[in-house]
């Protein structure tokens, strides 16, 4: 992972790092992969310890709500006083909520396990986001993409690992799976090691300071739209992600095996929407990604709850490619809206995201136990109306000037 870098910028090196983009999306893959087992298994958790949906959605509360606390406050404190080493830290924090996963007795150890992972993307996400960005060479939109594919890869790879190796072998089988964790740490303490050398390589260096050009009112507004953005496309994909397998198998008949190869399926879609979302964006402007994703699924949302097995299936890829395509876009969008603010930016997001995916979970279990889980898919086909919000979003998607001098950091 030693990756030769001189003296450069501090977000816009003069040529992209790829081994270190490759590293933090590997690590991202491997998160992912551990993190998404633990809704992968809520059937074999529901019969073995004999759960309620709410007490499955609490579960993904916790998780979500864990990172979505700490995520911002760690990039806020890390914008100002990197830490480059605490990647690895997170890893490490996600190892030992797979162990607990794998061992609990009891449903408040899951809810610990559960609550180890969350405090592992919280760590994560943050710092990783920033290196993607500082080992991008100015094309942050293609880089922010490569690296969240990997998480989605994870994502998706999570629930088909599960059904072939968890559902047949056991849940003390999840346990092999902190092996991928150890892999990450390796890997995270040798990207920390670039990071910790960029630093230094740029210490004192001077950088122009980017002006926006727009009020703080109007900036703020901004962010609260694309807030709203987020939270209406993880409203929905928790409904995918936590009660997916159980709509499918209530509605036709299916097993957990086959419930959760359809799951990957939706996950996969997802990866590749988030890949091309971020050079397209690159190219065409984040705005009009946002503007045709969160929009653009709509009638797809409409027509999922009444479709056959096979168009389900068709509907949930579609779904899945052109709602994960948005959020590249939003975080680089974001990001250009409050410069020298990486880490807190994406902690935001990615840890509103996780906040606004658990307590829709939480929220989307009681009313499965009040309505049917038919009923859920419903009502969340509605959630996409909301991206007429992005009307109120500046049009221009990179209003930056330059205004002054500050320290590089």
């Not at 790829?18 to 491997?30: K, P």
């Not at 760590?123 to 998480?151: C, I, M, T, W």
């Not at 190796?165 to 990207?191: D, H, K, N, T």
Request: aromatic share 10%; proline share 5%.
């Amino acid at each position: 992972m030693a990756v030769r870098q001189g003296v450069v910028g501090s977000e816009s090196p003069e040529r992209a790092a790829y081994l270190v983009i490759m590293g933090v999306s590997l690590c991202h893959f491997l998160n992912d992969v551990m993190q998404s087992l633990l809704a992968a298994i809520y059937p074999l958790l529901r019969e073995e310890f004999s759960l309620d949906f709410w007490q499955i959605g609490l579960l993904t509360l916790v998780f979500q709500v864990t990172a979505s606390l700490l995520q911002p406050l760690i990039g806020l404190y890390t914008d100002k006083r990197p830490v480059p080493q605490s990647l690895p830290v997170g890893m490490g924090s996600t190892l030992c909520g797979i162990l607990l996963l794998a061992t609990a007795s009891s449903y408040p150890l899951l809810l610990l396990g559960a609550a180890l992972i969350g405090i592992g993307s919280a760590v994560f996400h943050p710092e990783a986001s920033r290196v993607a960005r500082l080992a991008s060479g100015g094309k942050y939109g293609a880089a922010q993409s490569f690296f969240q594919v990997g998480g989605n890869a994870g994502s998706a790879t999570g629930p088909l690992l599960a059904a072939f190796i968890v559902v047949p072998l056991g849940r003390p089988s999840i346990a092999w799976f902190s092996l991928g964790a150890l892999l990450g740490m390796v890997i995270l303490s040798q990207v920390g090691a670039w990071y910790g050398r960029y630093r230094k390589a740029n210490k004192g260096r001077v950088v122009p300071k980017v002006e926006t050009g727009l009020s703080k009112r109007r900036v703020s507004m901004a962010i609260v739209v694309l807030a709203v953005l987020v939270a209406t496309k993880n409203f929905y994909t928790a409904g995918i992600n936590s009660y997916y397998t159980f709509f499918l198998i209530e509605k036709f008949g299916l097993t957990t095996q086959e419930s959760q190869t359809m799951l990957f399926l939706f996950l996969g879609a997802m990866a590749v929407g988030v890949v091309s979302g971020g050079p397209i964006g690159d190219r065409l402007g984040p705005l009009v990604v946002i503007w045709v994703s969160i929009l653009g699924v709509l009638p797809f949302t409409l027509l999922l709850p009444y479709a056959d097995l096979f168009w389900t299936g068709v509907l949930s890829v579609c779904i899945g490619i052109i709602l994960a395509s948005a959020f590249p876009a939003i975080i680089v969008y974001a990001q250009e809206l409050v410069p020298g603010r990486v880490g807190m930016i994406a902690g935001l997001f990615f840890g509103f995201a996780f906040g606004m995916g658990g307590l829709a979970a939480a929220a989307l279990g009681f009313l499965a136990d009040a309505r049917g889980i038919e009923f859920v898919y419903q009502v969340c086909a509605f959630l996409p109306i909301l991206g007429v919000l992005t009307i109120f979003l500046p049009r221009r998607s990179r209003p930056g000037r330059q205004v002054a001098a500050g320290p590089a950091r």
